[in-house]
């Protein structure tokens, strides 16, 4: 009786101890054209006094696409799920693709074998990425900040299919700038806009009809039981036709700092467009905060 009660237990932690394990590249398809793409926080990220780890001074920005290094990395990068993330400072950035789209980020650190992914912060094993070394391929970037809209789209409608922009889960939303002039942040009573109705529901309805000569775009970025906080696109600032549940948190504003990220670009196509299109008006920045 008392081995049975020992057996049991024993299955019981060893099946706990499987669920806490996270595959965090479970999902991705190797039969497509995978890459990674992993961004230094040297010119990504938030600013720390964090030293950059030896293995950023030495690899920086790297991509890598070799068949092997992906299978091995969905198989081996399996990790437990974990609590302690306080000290969590990334090091990297990973953003993978497949076939180009955008699929996914992981936010790694070296220091504290710590990686925060779409299944929350796990561990690492950093030797799981050092194996790796032969493999990698260094990553050109390259980050054109631009003050003038009309100069920024250009630029953008030249380079957009050469796939040198780096992927973002925020694409969709990042690049409005490219429809619309400007934009503000307005704050929205749940219960009096939308009478305990759903916001979304009663935004479609209403705003057509509010604003009828006049192209928008709108999101819902945050939401709570009692307001919606929306993200609202327009070629001008259409505030003075806001009802009054509607609150503006940030004025409309015309997109006057456009940061466009290039990665693994050409250079000699890059500058032969530069030129071509007399784009001039740009400065080239050393980091994304």
């Given amino acids: ?26 999902q991705l398809d190797t039969s497509k054209d995978i890459k990674f793409y992993f961004i230094s926080s040297e010119i990504m990220g938030p600013n720390s006094r964090k030293n950059l780890s030896e293995f950023q001074t030495k690899n920086h920005s790297f991509y890598i696409d070799d068949k092997q290094s ?30 180009g789209k955008y699929k996914g980020k992981i936010s790694i650190d070296l220091e ?18 050092k194996v790796l070394e032969k493999k990698i391929k260094p990553l050109e970037t390259r980050f054109f900040s631009f003050q003038d809209l009309n100069e920024a789209r250009l630029f953008y409608s030249k380079i957009q299919n050469k796939n040198w922009l780096l992927p973002s889960p925020n694409d969709k939303e990042y690049y409005k700038w490219t429809e619309f002039e400007g934009e503000c942040i307005i704050k929205i009573n749940n219960k009096k806009f939308a009478r305990d109705r759903d916001i979304e529901k009663a935004l479609k309805k209403y705003l057509p009809k509010q604003f009828v000569n006049d192209k928008f775009y709108y999101n819902v970025f945050r ?14 600032d259409l505030s003075k036709k806001f009802p009054e549940d509607f609150h503006v948190i940030i004025p409309w504003k015309k997109y006057n700092n456009i940061i466009i990220p290039l990665v693994n670009f050409e250079q000699q196509k890059l500058q032969e467009i530069l030129f071509a299109y007399n784009i001039k008006k740009y400065t080239i920045i050393n980091k994304i905060e």
Avoid at 223 to 236: E, G, H, V
Wanted: hydrophobic letters at 40%.
């Fill in 112 to 129: 504290q074998n710590i990686a925060i992914s779409g299944y929350g912060p796990t561990t690492f094993n950093e030797t799981d990425l």
């Fill in 1 to 26: 009786m008392l081995r049975k009660i020992i057996f049991i237990l024993i299955a019981i932690f060893s099946l706990s101890s499987c669920q806490e394990n996270i595959a965090l590249l479970s």
């Fill in 223 to 236: 939401f709570t039981t009692q307001n919606s906080t929306i993200r609202m696109c327009s070629n001008k």
């Fill in 70 to 99: 992906i299978e091995y990395i969905k198989e081996h990068w399996v990790y437990p799920s974990t609590k302690e993330f306080d000290n969590f400072i990334g090091d990297y950035t990973l953003i993978y693709t497949e076939n």
